[in-house]
């Protein structure tokens, strides 16, 4: 009897490769692939069967195309299928495959109403129909659907290796994802389901896992329990929570994203915002909750380059541009590399000034309010920072409110406004009570400051198209007023003795001395960046020190007329009458006039009149 058992098995197994081959392969594995994906499934190349070490059949150039249209390309073209058979089932001529291998297959994806590209849905076929099935039991019952109404036909794990995703635009394939391997497992249709895929997306590997108790509740439109992980060189993203993909999609859960650095991700996005110099590291933690076109980031953790901060966010797409809302608050935070992600407020290029590029305002809405403790805009140290950035219909606004720096206090505001003719850029500072001489060191300007304190007011106005073309043509106004201080930088006594001498010298010949001064007042006049004084005005104790002139922020010219006259007594041009002396009249009071020229760097003095000797 044992014999003749293994002599049956024997001609069994001898029989499986005629058998698979006349009546599986040609006859059935097609339809039965088409029976489960309700696609039209064409076998182009002669089937192999292997028998050892398992019981496959191999099948080349393999299409599943749409039943109702053939004029299209297939949606999925493989070149190779491995299907691993059931012996038992080929002896009695039936089919029974628990894992599919598809080796390089091309996946083609149609991009939806969403903005997602997915594949076309098939018009029928056992999964299809299970999906309608459990549409069935979630309407039903959509808070509590009756989980044991769910079709439970198997279904098996699909693989597939060295594959690519491509869409089809003016009759040319283009490919979006390469070097696409993994597989999903899926036991049967009433249970849980994994997905597991690597691949290269505009040029950087990534990974995909996905994961649900109850897919086929999800995919029929009901809440099931989702976790997904997406992994990139350039930023990683996790969703662990319940999410619906009825017509009133939401999800619900925690969320977490972070990227090594966020210029980088912005580049590789093809967000369409100008990365400029973007912060570096980046990490978000949240709850989570979105439907209908908005999502709500609540109790949101945030780190930027490991500078934390807490706050809520906002985003809505319901509106022909995303808009992003919400609230920061940071401990520190260097607020001009955050911005850059958002505005064109730092040249996008390192070498240096480059032209402004304001398409972000096409891109996003944005209004986010930032509170930090501390706070660097460049070498400038802030605290107490309250401040606002805004981005609506091609007008993007960032304002400091409130701050407190160089021991005093600070509001700012920097507008990119887009207008027909080109984009209007203003600048609007307010220094209230600082510290002049730091004020000046951080503004770049060291010489004939004032030290002390003091009020800065400076607005600008003018076209942006480029970062060193704004100053060049800006129109505006500076003004100051100082209190009781220091003129640094200033020998008084040695400046008058050589204006009295006569003689060009260099400013930098009497600048081994201070000058303590009662106060002093500065306004100008700002046009096409050159600096018009109206008033220049230092007062010391002995003698009061004026200027006249122009002098140009960009170019570091400087054409200035000024003068010393001793306290008490009027210029010597008020005493003249018709070019006579008064009679009786004092002696004519001393002053010394001077010409200032050259450049911001190396100022040098041209005396005029020489009537003051600083003894």
Do not use: C
Not at 30 to 57: K, Q, Y
Not at 242 to 261: C, I, R
Not at 328 to 335: C, G, P, R, S, V
Not at 470 to 476: K, L, S
Request: charged share 15%; proline share 6%; aromatic share 8%.
């Amino acid at each position: 009897m044992i014999g003749v058992a293994v002599l049956i098995i024997a001609l069994a197994l001898a029989a499986l490769p005629l058998i698979a081959s006349t009546r599986i392969v040609r006859d059935r594995i097609a339809w039965e692939l088409s029976a489960w994906s309700g696609f039209r499934v064409t076998i182009d190349g002669s089937p192999r069967i292997e028998v050892w070490p398992n019981f496959r059949a191999i099948l080349s150039d393999v299409t599943l195309s749409q039943w109702t249209e053939t004029d299209t390309p297939p949606v999925v073209e493989a070149e190779r299928v491995e299907v691993d058979l059931s012996a038992m089932a080929a002896l009695q001529g039936d089919v029974q495959f628990s894992t599919a291998r598809l080796v390089r297959p091309t996946i083609r994806v149609e991009r939806t109403a969403s903005g997602l590209y997915l594949p076309p849905r098939p018009t029928g076929g056992r999964i299809t129909r299970s999906i309608d099935t459990a549409r069935g039991v979630v309407t039903a019952n959509p808070q509590k659907p009756d989980l044991g109404r769910l079709p439970s036909d198997p279904f098996g794990t699909v693989e597939f290796r060295d594959g690519r995703v491509v869409t089809t635009a003016g009759g040319k394939d283009i490919e979006i994802l390469s070097s696409l391997s993994g597989q999903v497992n899926w036991a049967a249709m009433n249970s849980e389901a994994t997905l597991t895929a690597t691949g290269i997306w505009r040029g950087e590997s990534v990974q995909i896992d996905f994961s649900s108790a109850r897919p086929l509740v999800l995919f029929a439109g009901g809440t099931a329990p989702v976790t997904l992980a997406f992994k990139a060189a350039p930023g990683t993203l996790s969703f662990d929570g319940v999410a619906s993909m009825s017509e009133n999609a939401y999800l619900d859960g925690q969320a977490k994203f972070a990227a090594p650095s966020l210029r980088r991700l912005l580049e590789w996005s093809q967000a369409g915002i100008a990365p400029g110099a973007a912060i570096g590291s980046v990490s978000v933690a949240s709850k989570v909750t979105a439907s209908a076109g908005r999502a709500k980031f609540e109790n949101t953790t945030v780190a930027l380059d490991n500078n934390p901060g807490m706050g809520a966010l906002d985003f809505s797409f319901s509106e022909a541009l995303p808009v992003i809302s919400g609230t920061l608050a940071f401990d520190t935070l260097d607020l001009r590399s955050f911005l850059s992600a958002f505005t064109p407020i730092a040249p996008a290029g390192e070498a240096g000034p480059g032209e402004i590029d304001t398409s972000f305002a096409d891109k996003i809405n944005l209004d986010l309010r930032l509170s930090a403790a501390h706070a660097s805009v460049g070498p400038i140290q802030l605290a107490d920072v309250a401040a606002t950035a805004q981005v609506k219909n091609g007008l993007a606004v960032f304002d400091i409110s409130d701050a407190s720096a160089f021991n005093g206090n600070i509001q700012s505001s920097l507008r990119f406004d887009r207008k027909p003719d080109g984009t209007q850029v203003e600048l609007r500072l307010l220094a209230s009570d600082v510290d002049t001489g730091a004020f000046a060191t951080a503004a770049g300007m060291t010489r004939l400051v004032p030290a002390g304190t003091g009020t800065v007011s400076v607005i600008l106005k003018g076209p942006g198209k480029a970062w060193d073309s704004i100053f060049e043509n800006a129109d505006g106004s500076f003004s100051a007023t100082f209190g009781p201080g220091s003129l640094n930088g200033l020998n008084l006594p040695a400046f008058l003795k050589r204006n009295e001498q006569g003689g060009f010298f260099a400013l930098d010949d009497v600048a081994d001395g201070s000058l303590p001064i009662d106060g002093a007042e500065i306004k100008a006049s700002i046009s096409k960046g050159v600096a018009r004084l109206d008033k220049a005005e230092v007062n010391a104790q002995k003698y009061k020190i004026w200027l006249s002139g122009i002098a140009s922020y960009t170019g570091r010219g400087l054409a200035l007329s000024g003068g010393i006259i001793p306290n008490g007594q009027p210029p010597q041009q008020q005493l003249a009458n018709n070019g006579q002396a008064a009679n009786p009249a004092p002696p004519a009071p001393n002053q010394s006039l001077f010409f200032v020229g050259g450049n911001w760097s190396t100022p040098f003095i041209s005396p005029i009149s020489r009537g003051v000797s600083g003894q």
